[in-house]
């Protein structure tokens, strides 16, 4: 069993829509959580960072967490054309330099 | 100022080659990686330094040889690489002991 599972996708959605990217894990000592968006040929530029459980918003981001569960969430509102890219959640531990990556989802949102 | 640079953006090299890659950021980040990314996969660490020191290596062949010269700087040396080392170089950064790293636009790398 993979650290990070997450769908590879393509995930095609309507300009308007709402997102719902996730992952699940396997290692409860993961306590940081965040999510990447890479374009296509570019670097992964971080967009959300969360610690532990809870909610985190930011515009038309909210990233979400359930360590009981070990899944989580990023959530678009309002989908752009420009946000088509791949999504990648990244894990980590206190005190640890190595992030895990799930293997990044790619959303297409069509105008 | 959230930047990492990279340069080259693109480099296409000869088994026989030397060429090196370079990372800069200004962010007073003392942990510096490098990563590699095929296409349609997520980043793999290779290197990473800590207060300029190599504080990881993930099993990286000796092909690829880093160099951290101070807190801003990154090389990665490549010499005799294969076809199969290929990809996107991505640089990051981060607080010493924080737990999100930057990434720069990364250096394409083509080995012919």
């Known amino acids: 069993q993979k650290e990070v599972e997450q769908d590879p996708g393509p995930l095609s959605v309507p300009e308007g829509a709402i997102v719902s990217l996730n992952c699940t894990y396997s290692n409860s000592a993961f306590q940081y959580f965040m999510w990447y968006r890479q374009y296509s040929r570019k670097g992964p530029e971080l967009l959300m960072y969360?610690?532990?459980?809870g909610n985190k918003e930011d515009g038309r981001f909210t990233a979400q967490v359930d360590k009981s569960s070990k899944y989580i969430s990023l959530f678009i509102r309002d989908s752009q054309p420009s946000d088509s890219a791949t999504y990648l959640c990244?894990?980590?531990?206190?005190?640890?330099?190595?992030?895990?990556f799930g293997t990044g989802t790619r959303l297409l949102v069509s105008p | 100022d959230t930047e990492v640079t990279q340069t080259p953006k693109h480099l296409v090299m000869g088994m026989t080659n030397k060429k090196s890659l370079k990372c800069e950021q200004h962010?007073?980040?003392?942990?510096m990686y490098w990563y590699k990314q095929k296409a349609k996969k997520p980043p793999e660490l290779m290197f990473v330094?800590?207060?300029?020191?190599?504080?990881i290596n993930e099993s990286v062949p000796s092909r690829f040889s880093p160099e951290c010269p101070n807190s801003s700087l990154l090389n990665l040396h490549l010499h005799a690489l294969q076809p199969e080392d290929s990809a996107l170089y991505l640089c990051?950064?981060?607080?010493?002991?924080?737990?999100?790293?930057?990434f720069g636009p990364g250096t394409r790398l083509l080995v012919l």
């Open positions: 990244a894990l980590t531990n206190t005190g640890f330099q190595k992030l895990v």
């Open positions: 990051a950064s981060s607080q010493s002991k924080g737990v999100t790293q930057y």
């Open positions: 969360t610690y532990s459980s």
């Open positions: 962010m007073g980040h003392r942990a």
């Open positions: 330094y800590s207060y300029e020191k190599l504080s």
